[in-house]
């Protein structure tokens, strides 16, 4: 009958539990870092687009705070207040994303997302590899 011996096998499944158990913090700092990203993205591309005759929709462009739920974690990066006209910026944002009657669509949120989604994966991937290397894991 052969015999079989493990080393290091204690250490292993350790390892797999913290890997499990991200602290608050280390996420928040992902979602940030994903956000910062494409915040920065939709306001290069608003500009691309010509989204701004004063540039005050494009720069009440900002992120909240992160949130969690059953399905993980969740920042919204949104037009905040009103433009000197007492418009939503959230508004003037929709009309330049999706267009009106005499207006082509100009879709530079969905095309920053689209084209940042990478970059944002890699600034949480920094976070999160820069946790995992304090954790000598």
Request: hydrophobic fraction near 35%.
């Amino acid at each position: 009958m052969a015999n079989m011996t493990t080393e290091g096998l204690t250490e292993f499944s350790l390892s797999l539990e913290e890997l499990s158990s991200v602290p608050d913090n280390i996420f928040d700092r992902m979602l940030n870092g994903m956000a910062e990203v494409i915040e920065r993205a939709q306001k290069s591309k608003g500009r691309a687009y010509g989204v701004y005759r004063t540039g005050v929709t494009l720069e009440s462009i900002r992120r909240g705070k992160p949130r969690r739920d059953n399905d993980g974690g969740r920042i919204a990066i949104t037009p905040q207040g009103k433009n000197p006209r007492g418009t939503s910026n959230a508004e003037v944002a929709f009309i330049n994303e999706f267009g009106k009657r005499g207006q082509a669509p100009r879709p530079f949120i969905r095309d920053a997302n689209e084209e940042s989604a990478d970059a944002a994966v890699d600034a949480a991937a920094r976070v999160y590899d820069e946790w995992l290397k304090s954790k000598e894991l």
